[in-house]
């Protein structure tokens, strides 16, 4: 009984030791970012290409910077601009030009009237998102607009697709293939609704 009990400490220690240990660290002159898992165990990723002088972890650990570029986890933000850059909260963030969810812009976003609803929704003075893709609506529905996320436990769930994947599955979202984005992030399974529309995720149901 001892024995299992002192395995079982050995066990959280090394949990512990590995959790607090994952993140942005120095090694043979660049940044790199170590994570860990149970099958491989320590990992170390490439950071794109970065300035190792000016390199800095923001108070959210997943995000650092320097003098020309942000970075989230391992990969650059791409169009982030260092200098007017600001973590907003639950994987969000902006500059004074855009905004953006993880590593992707949220397309059309303003970034002045930028506004959290209950994720995956936000929205500004023109549009609703869901994750980082409009819907949708007029702007006099993104006033009416409320999220209702019937089916809560699976309603904070995000799926990242490459671009052209989702074009592949979704059509009549083939616009977005003129932007200059490497993916969409949405929540398929949320829920919101205004006065004469329903949506999941990002996709209108028709009644």
Same mark, same amino acid.
């Given at each position: 009984?001892?024995?299992?009990?002192?395995?079982?400490?050995?066990?959280?220690?090394?949990?512990? &030791?590995?959790?607090?240990?994952?993140? /942005?660290?120095?090694?043979?002159?660049?940044?790199?970012?170590?994570?860990?898992?149970?099958?491989?165990?320590?990992?170390?990723?490439?950071?794109? !290409?970065?300035?190792?002088?000016?390199?800095?972890?923001?108070?959210?650990?997943? /995000?650092?910077?320097?003098?020309?570029?942000?970075?989230?986890?391992?990969?650059?933000?791409?169009?982030?601009?260092?200098? *007017?850059? !600001?973590?907003? $909260?639950? $994987?969000?963030?902006?500059? @004074?030009?855009? =905004?953006?969810?993880? %590593?992707?812009?949220?397309?059309?976003?303003?970034?002045?009237?930028?506004?959290?609803?209950?994720?995956?929704?936000?929205? %500004?003075?023109?549009? =609703?998102?869901?994750?980082?893709?409009?819907?949708?609506?007029?702007? *006099?529905?993104?006033?009416?607009?409320? =999220?209702?996320?019937?089916?809560?436990?699976?309603? $904070?769930? @995000?799926?990242?697709?490459?671009?052209?994947?989702? =074009?592949?599955?979704?059509?009549?979202?083939?616009?977005?293939?003129?932007?200059?984005?490497?993916?969409?992030?949405?929540?398929?399974?949320?829920?919101?609704?205004?006065?004469? @529309? #329903? &949506?999941?995720?990002? #996709?209108?149901? @028709?009644?």
């Amino acid at each position: 009984m001892r024995q299992i009990t002192k395995n079982a400490l050995i066990i959280c220690a090394i949990t512990l &030791f590995i959790s607090c240990n994952s993140g /942005y660290q120095k090694e043979n002159g660049k940044w790199v970012w170590i994570s860990y898992d149970e099958a491989v165990g320590k990992r170390v990723s490439q950071i794109d !290409e970065h300035d190792f002088e000016s390199f800095e972890i923001l108070d959210n650990e997943y /995000y650092a910077k320097d003098k020309n570029s942000v970075f989230h986890i391992r990969s650059k933000i791409e169009n982030a601009d260092p200098n *007017s850059f !600001e973590l907003i $909260g639950n $994987g969000y963030s902006k500059d @004074k030009n855009r =905004v953006f969810l993880d %590593d992707e812009m949220v397309i059309f976003a303003n970034p002045k009237s930028f506004q959290l609803l209950e994720f995956p929704y936000s929205k %500004d003075d023109s549009y =609703v998102f869901c994750g980082t893709l409009p819907l949708n609506l007029e702007i *006099s529905e993104v006033k009416e607009f409320q =999220v209702t996320n019937t089916g809560e436990l699976m309603s $904070g769930t @995000k799926s990242s697709v490459l671009l052209s994947h989702f =074009v592949e599955f979704n059509p009549e979202y083939k616009w977005v293939d003129t932007l200059k984005i490497n993916g969409i992030i949405v929540g398929e399974w949320a829920t919101g609704e205004t006065k004469n @529309k #329903k &949506f999941k995720g990002f #996709k209108e149901i @028709k009644e």
